[in-house]
């Protein structure tokens, strides 16, 4: 064997290491490169809602859906099929127009119960944040509390599907064994929201029950 014929060798198995080398680093970056596509789902995500002081939105699954306008503080308006829901973040009003009744209750005594307007100012706040999937057009946020005390209503766990921007398209809800779905459409952020948004006044020849 002539000293040629070594460095020949020498030079394949250096190439040959070389091109293992080239071929394997795309593998050990992706783990980085999908921590850091996680990073900018919740990212993209905070960014369009830390500022948030109003939302609207549609809502519908499989068996309900209507309209949310929301202020940050508890006070909302949401318009089901069958019944209107305001509040003052003091006062609940449950308006039912097929029977002509008001009942008029204190926020206080629903205390705990959860609406999807909390997730924006309240849930995603007090919950803990993970990204459980990641894809180029978006991906899941998953909200959990720290612990069972902290729940919210029956809340045990909320999965958010967002696009890359940072809007949520569905979410969610698991309360226990029960898992609903929500579509979310026509989300808006921070419109303007007249303080009569938040108030009902009760129609001439309708029921009141008042709870306070």
């Known amino acids: 064997m002539t000293p040629k014929d070594v460095e020949s ?25 999908r921590a850091h596509a996680k990073d900018d789902v919740l990212t993209a995500f905070r960014k369009r809602f ?14 309900a859906k209507g309209t949310i306008q929301a202020r940050k ?15 003052n973040g003091k006062t609940l009003w449950n308006a039912v127009a097929a029977s002509k009744t008001v009942v008029i209750e204190p ?3 629903r205390a705990g119960e959860f609406s999807l307007d909390q997730i924006f100012f309240v849930v995603f706040s007090a919950y803990t944040a993970t990204v459980t999937k990641s894809t ?5 946020i998953r ?29 969610v809800v698991h309360e ?17 929201l007249k303080d009569s948004t938040f108030t009902f006044t009760v129609p001439g020849g ?7």
Do not use: E, Y
């Open 9 to 33: 060798r020498s030079d394949v198995a250096s190439r040959r290491s070389l091109l293992r080398a080239l071929a394997l680093s795309p593998l050990l970056l992706v783990p980085a490169m």
């Open 206 to 212: 309708w029921q009141t029950v008042d709870l306070r």
């Open 107 to 109: 926020v206080k005594k």
């Open 50 to 63: 830390a500022n948030l002081s109003t939302i609207s939105f549609r809502f519908s699954s499989a068996a």
């Open 176 to 192: 226990g064994s029960t898992i609903t779905t929500w579509k979310i459409t026509d989300l808006k952020l921070n419109p303007t």
């Open 136 to 140: 180029s057009s978006g991906g899941t």
């Open 73 to 87: 503080g508890g006070s909302h308006r949401i318009v089901l099929p069958d019944r209107t829901l305001v509040s």
């Open 143 to 171: 909200l959990t509390p720290p612990d069972a005390s902290m729940k919210i209503g029956n809340v045990d766990v909320l999965d958010l599907v967002v696009s890359s921007n940072g809007l949520v398209s569905s979410i």
